[in-house]
């Protein structure tokens, strides 16, 4: 029988929507760009460095342990990049290269590969990383010290220390405008709210983050803030305030957003970014660490998997 | 190939087909040189001496395997029979294939015009088995707890397929006898046409029948989710339609039967809608039993290797591997997609990203369920995350980011545990 065609046999259905992995990641990376643009505009070169040596670890992680466990190369999905690039926007300018590429390591292999890969992470992995790697190196990421030999032409001192140190007179001394165009000192791509919020609104203009997350999150900032403001504004700064220093508006717009870390259904999206929102503030106003965005994304991507729980009952079941 | 469109937020929706109200004649394919008949059962010993080549056939003969009235399969054409062989279809069905050297000069059996005096169920299922749409009605003879309701679709339960919908617009008279008959011959008083709501009007009061309109949006014309909109229930596991005293026929089996008691014999033209590679489609008429070969052939549709020819329609049809395959009874449409605009699927795992999710219309908890599912654990696949509630429209795998072929694993889940209990039986 040679002169069969040889046709093509496969599952329905016949048709795809045409989306794809590397698709997804790679338009991450492009919304996280404007941030970047603003991190390098007010940091320089040294910026530079860190973000395209996290970019370029991070896939040499990745492409490591694909060989080292004899798995197919994932490089080409543009995840690891994905995290290189959240992670690089994370760090201060002037993080020396070990602590860029031992961060690398421990989002992509710890975070992220070591449970099974992409879609198996527990946690975001950059904000994992971030969390060890501050705690484990802390005057490097202390904004204040690593960035004293900067040239700023805003008030360079890290707004939440300054709020934690001498309380919320301090928050007096800054603009709110200056801050959400990024005069502030921080992480290379965490500073500029305007560029994270550009990125955030194509993200979600484009099917790739949902609405419920960043929002909910946002309001849950603005809630807790506005609530501990009215009891004791003498003790507690205001809620644009919060809005507008720290991770916050990176952690709403790409650390919560993470696929794998964050729920499906829209109640428990809602309830995972409020209380994102929510831990955030407890942790900067009542708690030991100036900025609490790490520790609340690590806390609800705990709660991820029970909130999912919570969804709408599927057709013909009764309990 | 479909793309995303740039603003990705809404979630896409689907409408079936709507003809318009001017049918167009179909497109009649000329009798095939050889046709190939399925008879539902495994080749066996002592065949009947009818059943070997060199046998004379005429139209609308019953070809049984031996002297048993059933399976039987209703012979399309006149000819000579030419082989008969072994058959493996989906799912591990085996068939007993019957090949027929087409006559041009046709003869037509006259046993069921002899018994078109009295219609009994007994003369229906011997007579009409295998004809286009195929009432198989042999399942209401043999039901274990009897039928309560039968219940006619008549849109079509796939994308892009027009012919059961063309059935129930261009063949009303015959469409009314058939319920009619069947009614009379099964004692079966609740007979159900569902029928899509933008249809509606056209047809409410038009049957002897109860008529009930379904939305037009895709998948609610798929069996499980029509049940479940009639009956307020699913197939849980275990269960089977007729064992819910449910029976699902297609407009265009009841059309069959309607016209084989009008016209006095079976009909033998299947109709169905042919897709080329441009998306153009056009609804033809053929006799069961002909290649796909020759259809294309009429239809000017070249197939190259790599191409991909689909029974049925692009959600939820079958690819087949060659073009000699013969029509069926049950084969609604044909479509045929260049090699060019198959996406293949890819065996990474679920990133989470919750297409799935928001576009399943049985809110199955698609993400849960598919890292189960790939794990070959499907018994807590159906008893924690609803597998039975899922009406297998494909949509998920339709979105899925990754790729996975999700409807395949539901399937395959089904039909493993279907295999498993009567093993535990034993």
């Known amino acids: 029988m040679n002169r069969q065609k040889k046709l093509i046999v496969s599952h329905a259905p016949f048709m795809h929507i045409g989306s794809a992995v590397p698709g997804r990641y790679y338009n991450v990376i492009i919304a996280a760009l404007p941030a970047i643009l603003a991190g390098l505009a007010y940091f320089g070169a040294p910026a530079l460095a860190v973000i395209c040596l996290a970019v370029s670890s991070a896939i040499g992680w990745e492409l490591l342990i694909c060989l080292v466990s004899k798995r197919p190369n994932t490089v080409g999905d543009g995840h690891a990049a994905m995290i290189g690039i959240i992670l690089g926007m994370l760090l201060p300018a002037a993080a020396p290269w070990w602590m860029v590429v031992t961060s690398t390591f421990l989002a992509v292999v710890i975070g992220k590969q070591i449970f099974g890969g992409i879609g198996a992470n527990p946690f975001n992995p950059a904000a994992l990383s971030v969390a060890i790697v501050s705690i484990a190196w802390k005057n490097y990421f202390d904004f204040n010290a690593q960035l004293v030999n900067f040239?700023?032409?805003?008030?360079?001192?890290?707004?939440?220390?300054?709020?934690?140190?001498?309380?919320?007179?301090?928050?007096?001394?800054?603009?709110?405008?200056?801050?959400?165009?990024?005069?502030?000192?921080?992480?290379?791509?965490?500073?500029?709210?305007?560029?994270?919020?550009?990125?955030?609104?194509?993200?979600?203009?484009?099917?790739?983050?949902?609405?419920?997350?960043?929002?909910?999150?946002?309001?849950?900032?603005?809630?807790?803030?506005?609530?501990?403001?009215?009891?004791?504004?003498?003790?507690?700064?205001?809620?644009?305030?919060?809005?507008?220093?720290?991770?916050?508006?990176?952690?709403?717009?790409?650390?919560?957003?993470?696929?794998?870390?964050?729920?499906?259904?829209?109640?428990?999206?809602?309830?995972?970014?409020?209380?994102?929102?929510?831990?955030?503030?407890?942790?900067?106003?009542?708690?030991?660490?100036?900025?609490?965005?790490?520790?609340?994304?690590?806390?609800?991507?705990?709660?991820?998997p029970l909130a999912d729980k919570i969804r709408p009952k599927a057709i013909g079941k009764v309990a | 190939m479909l793309s995303k469109p740039f603003f990705g937020y809404a979630k896409p929706k689907f409408h079936y087909e709507l003809l318009s109200t001017t049918l167009p004649q179909p497109a009649t394919i000329a009798l095939p040189a050889t046709v190939t008949l399925l008879l539902p059962r495994e080749m066996g010993p002592t065949p009947s001496p009818n059943l070997k080549p060199g046998v004379r056939v005429k139209t609308g003969q019953r070809l049984t395997w031996n002297g048993d009235p059933m399976p039987a399969v209703v012979s399309s054409v006149t000819g000579t029979i030419k082989?008969?062989?072994?058959?493996?279809?989906?799912?591990?069905?085996?068939?007993?294939a019957i090949t027929i050297e087409a006559d041009p000069k046709e003869e037509l059996d006259e046993q069921f015009a002899e018994a078109t005096g009295d219609i009994t169920l007994q003369t229906l299922v011997e007579h009409l088995a295998g004809a286009?749409?195929?009432?198989?009605?042999?399942?209401?003879?043999?039901?274990?707890?009897?039928?309560?309701?039968?219940?006619?679709?008549?849109?079509?339960?796939?994308?892009?397929?027009?012919?059961?919908?063309?059935?129930?617009?261009?063949?009303?008279?015959?469409?009314?006898?058939?319920?009619?008959?069947?009614?009379?011959?099964?004692?079966?008083?609740?007979?159900?046409?569902?029928?899509?709501?933008?249809?509606?009007?056209?047809?409410?009061?038009?049957?002897?029948?109860?008529?009930?309109?379904?939305?037009?949006?895709?998948?609610?014309?798929?069996?499980?989710?029509?049940?479940?909109?009639?009956?307020?229930?699913?197939?849980?596991?275990?269960?089977?339609?007729?064992?819910?005293?449910?029976?699902?026929?297609?407009?265009?089996?009841?059309?069959?039967?309607?016209?084989?008691?009008?016209?006095?014999?079976?009909?033998?033209?299947?109709?169905?809608?042919?897709?080329?590679?441009?998306?153009?489609?056009?609804?033809?008429?053929?006799?069961?039993?002909?290649?796909?070969?020759?259809?294309?052939?009429?239809?000017?549709?070249?197939?190259?290797?790599?191409?991909?020819?689909?029974?049925?329609?692009?959600?939820?049809?079958?690819?087949?591997?060659?073009?000699?395959?013969?029509?069926?009874?049950?084969?609604?449409?044909?479509?045929?997609q260049d090699s060019r605009e198959i996406v293949l699927t890819s065996d990474y795992p679920c990133i989470n990203c919750g297409e799935c999710v928001r576009i399943c219309p049985a809110n199955v908890p698609v993400n849960m369920l598919v890292r189960y599912l790939e794990a070959r654990q499907y018994q807590e696949a159906a008893d924690l995350h609803d597998l039975y509630s899922c009406v297998e429209c494909g949509l998920c795998a339709f979105v899925c980011t990754a790729r996975i072929p999700i409807l395949q694993y539901i399937k395959l889940a089904k039909f493993e545990l279907a295999r498993e209990v009567p093993a535990e039986e034993e």
């Open chain 1, 151 to 304: 040239n700023f032409s805003f008030n360079a001192f890290d707004p939440l220390v300054a709020l934690k140190a001498f309380g919320p007179e301090v928050v007096d001394n800054y603009s709110l405008g200056g801050l959400f165009l990024g005069q502030q000192v921080g992480g290379i791509g965490s500073t500029c709210g305007l560029a994270l919020v550009i990125g955030g609104a194509y993200l979600i203009a484009r099917g790739y983050v949902r609405w419920e997350i960043p929002l909910s999150f946002v309001l849950g900032i603005l809630v807790t803030a506005t609530l501990f403001h009215m009891v004791a504004p003498e003790k507690f700064a205001g809620p644009m305030f919060h809005l507008l220093t720290g991770y916050t508006l990176i952690g709403a717009f790409f650390l919560a957003t993470e696929d794998a870390s964050s729920p499906v259904y829209q109640i428990p999206m809602l309830m995972y970014g409020a209380i994102g929102g929510v831990m955030t503030i407890l942790i900067r106003n009542i708690g030991a660490y100036p900025d609490g965005i790490i520790y609340a994304i690590l806390v609800i991507n705990l709660i991820n």
């Open chain 2, 83 to 96: 082989g008969v062989r072994a058959h493996l279809g989906d799912y591990g069905n085996k068939f007993t």
């Open chain 2, 132 to 336: 286009p749409g195929d009432p198989s009605l042999e399942t209401i003879a043999n039901a274990q707890t009897p039928i309560h309701t039968i219940v006619v679709y008549g849109g079509d339960t796939d994308l892009l397929v027009d012919t059961n919908l063309y059935v129930l617009k261009g063949r009303m008279a015959e469409l009314d006898q058939g319920i009619k008959t069947l009614k009379q011959a099964t004692g079966i008083e609740k007979v159900v046409v569902a029928v899509p709501r933008d249809a509606f009007q056209n047809f409410d009061g038009h049957f002897s029948a109860d008529v009930q309109s379904v939305p037009n949006a895709y998948p609610y014309g798929q069996p499980l989710m029509i049940y479940y909109q009639l009956f307020g229930r699913i197939l849980d596991q275990g269960e089977t339609f007729e064992g819910q005293g449910v029976f699902f026929l297609r407009a265009e089996a009841v059309a069959s039967i309607g016209k084989a008691v009008i016209d006095g014999r079976v009909p033998v033209e299947k109709t169905l809608t042919v897709m080329n590679k441009e998306g153009r489609k056009k609804v033809v008429s053929a006799r069961i039993g002909t290649p796909i070969g020759d259809i294309l052939k009429t239809m000017n549709i070249t197939l190259d290797d790599r191409d991909r020819l689909i029974f049925g329609g692009p959600m939820t049809g079958t690819a087949v591997y060659s073009e000699d395959l013969p029509i069926l009874p049950d084969t609604d449409a044909i479509l045929v």
